[in-house]
């Protein structure tokens, strides 16, 4: 009797078992789905308009002459307007965003130099229902014009407000009458879109062993000799700088210059560096690593139908080595070279400082316009003093005052990491990554001691100004400079010229050219071979290149600037990769997003891609971090 009764109760309670197990995935269904609907949801990254912040499909590289972690698009092997499909493209180049090393990818032979797909994301949908969007944040939304794809930029325009875009910043106002004023980032968000000019902890060896001189020389006030109070070590990986105690005060100046990739492709064959001078510069731009890269069509380096490298590649080399040149094609949103388009006056100065001195003062310097914005920390009480100075005269810029003072951690011996900005008219101090507050604001506008024609960069014989913006000294004090960088700021190009972005009308060849005020170079250009953009361009870089001409050339004057009109529930989007970003900036009629079409606000890369070496599927737990 037992022996039945106990099958027969389990049979019964089978079909309820069935109907809970069954009811449990439904109700986990419409979880997941109101979920996504009203919380938060994944996406992937398609493009590299976001990029350096969020990458579409791209190289993550490690530079094989300095070592720099950088990473280039691969977006042109993708056809993001046929659902992602594979084009014909291959991404064989790209050049280092620190030494413009040009890293050609060993494709058979190291996994990791393979393509890897965009960033992918959580969105918050949860945000813009308890607050409205802000200025600077990272939203996803629905293309206005093609509501079925999903777009991702940063907010830059709020409703009802008129915005310019000129000289890389952004201007705001909400009345035709009211006077312009620039939208400044808040220092969180100035560390998040700050981007990567040099980094003296990565050092390239093969330029160092041919004497390659260090980015950072000594400068003293109206002395051009070399200045023995500063002792700077460079070796093939690694860099310091160290200043003797004196009197008077002793600068270390950042002089930018770089080796083409033209050259790299000389040095790579064996070639020598000629003579650099120390001290020759040229202007700091917009250039971005990650639209640095070059591809070629796949049938070059491919064979039986796309299945297999050519011999020369499984043979050992490059594929960049094995193709001609002249099939080699660049990225939109690069000109063909590791230079920029556009002169960044905005900066960032990091150093990684070992005071070994109980009193004196460290001393930073950032120079914009020809202004040099100084900050000097009395080691021995902490005490900051923010200035201004228009050639030797100290400028009542912070809202009418000359000077500005602040309490710091900087007080005694110790190792400090010092960061000091000069972003969108303010300059912001940090300690140890702590904000300094000084005892009024740090803002000021630029426009009123540099206006029209004077908003250029400077030099002087006696003092480089522009030409060597960002420094670090001391006077009386002894220390050591561990580490050495610099930032830009994100440059908002409000042009487009040809297909690439730009301030300057690369069509008008003549007026660039005007604009070289040496007649011999001037003639060379327009005598020179290639396209119109690209002498359009060797007029640009000339230019850049040559301190002593900036006083003379009309080229800053012919940068042009932007206007839009933001109704009720509008938005303006930008890309930070301003070069090669379809945003709102070229949206025609239809210059914005309305509200209607916003999903939410980017909250963090849960899982960027995985590395295929040395064990495959590796996580890359360094680029899971928050969107800001």
């Known amino acids: 009797m037992s ?17 809970e197990t069954i009811e449990s995935i439904v109700v986990a269904f419409i979880l997941a789905f109101l979920f996504r609907a009203f919380v938060a949801e994944a996406f992937v990254i398609p493009t590299g308009s976001m990029a350096p912040t969020l990458m579409g499909a791209h190289k993550d590289l490690f530079c094989e002459y300095c070592g720099q972690p950088y990473q280039a698009t691969a977006s042109t092997e993708f056809d993001n307007q046929d659902a992602g499909q594979p084009t014909q493209n291959v991404t064989i180049a790209s050049s280092c965003s620190n030494c413009r090393g040009l890293n050609r990818y060993d494709l058979y032979g190291d996994a990791n130099q393979a393509t890897f797909s965009g960033d992918r994301i959580l969105v918050s949908k949860f945000d813009y229902i308890l607050s409205s969007p802000k200025r600077w944040d990272v939203f996803v939304f629905k293309y206005p014009k093609g509501a ?9 325009g709020l409703p009802q407000e008129e915005l310019l ?38 050092q390239p060896k093969i330029l160092n062993q041919q004497g390659w001189p260090s980015l950072w020389q000594p400068w003293k006030q109206g002395d051009s000799a070399q200045n023995n109070a500063w002792e700077i070590q460079q070796a093939d990986d690694s860099w310091s700088a160290h200043l003797a105690s004196t009197n008077e005060q002793e600068w270390l100046r ?18 020598k560096l000629p003579q650099i001078d120390p001290r020759r510069s040229q202007l700091i731009t917009d250039y971005q690593a990650y639209n640095s890269s070059y591809h070629v069509d796949r049938t070059k380096i491919f064979e039986k ?35 920029g388009y556009h002169w960044v006056g905005d900066l960032l100065g990091e150093f990684e400082v070992q005071v070994e001195s109980d009193e004196g003062s460290l001393l930073l310097d950032l120079v914009e316009f020809g202004l040099h914005f ?11 003093r923010l200035t201004a100075l228009d050639g030797d005269q100290p400028a009542t810029i912070f809202d009418g005052n000359s000077e500005l003072t602040a309490d710091t951690a900087v007080s005694g011996k110790g190792r400090y990491t010092l960061s000091f900005a000069n972003f969108d008219d303010q300059i912001v101090l940090w300690v140890n990554g702590r904000v300094v507050q000084f005892s009024g604001s740090s803002n000021f506008d630029s426009q009123l001691i540099r206006s029209g024609s004077q908003r250029r960069p400077y030099w002087d014989p006696n003092d480089p100004l522009d030409a060597a913006p960002v420094g670090i000294g001391g006077q009386g004090i002894e220390l050591t400079v561990h580490r050495a960088r610099v930032f830009r700021d994100i440059y908002y190009i409000a042009g487009q010229s040809y297909s690439d972005f730009c301030d300057y009308n690369l069509s008008n060849l003549p007026s660039m050219l005007e604009a070289i005020p040496d007649p011999v170079v001037r003639q060379q250009i327009r005598n020179s071979f290639g396209s119109q953009k690209n002498r359009a361009f060797s007029a640009v870089s000339m230019i850049y290149a040559n301190p002593e001409w900036w006083s003379e050339t009309s080229l800053f004057a012919q ?19 301003s070069a090669a970003s379809s945003d709102a900036r070229v949206w025609n009629n239809h210059n914005y997003v309305e509200q209607k079409y916003l999903l939410g606000k980017a909250l963090l890369v849960f899982w960027p891609h995985y590395w295929n070496r040395p064990i495959p599927f590796t996580p890359n737990i360094r680029r899971m971090r928050t969107i800001r």
């Not at 079925?148 to 830059?156: E, F, G, M, T």
């Not at 139908?305 to 594929?319: H, Q, Y």
């Not at 094995?322 to 099939?327: A, G, K, L, P």
């Open 254 to 271: 950042y002089y930018h210059k770089f080796v083409d990739d033209e050259f790299w492709l000389e040095i790579i064959d064996g070639g």
């Open 559 to 577: 940068r042009t600037a932007a206007n839009f009109q933001l109704e009720e529930e509008q938005y303006f989007p930008m890309g930070d990769n």
């Open 165 to 202: 875009i000129q000289e890389g910043d952004v201007f705001t106002r909400t009345s035709p009458d009211a006077t312009f004023t620039i939208a400044r980032k808040p220092p969180h968000k100035i560390l998040a879109m700050r981007q990567l000019v040099s980094d003296t902890y990565y």
């Open 3 to 19: 022996n039945t009764a106990i099958p027969t109760a389990e049979v019964a309670t089978h079909p309820q078992h069935n109907r």
């Open 374 to 384: 100084r900050c000097s920390l009395d080691v021995s009480n902490g005490n900051a």
């Open 148 to 156: 079925r794809q999903n777009y991702i930029k940063r907010l830059i």
């Open 305 to 339: 139908g796309g299945r297999s490298f050519v011999p020369e590649i499984v043979e050992g080399n490059r594929a960049f080595d094995v193709v001609e040149f002249q099939d080699v094609a660049y990225e939109v949103g690069s000109n063909g070279t590791n230079e």
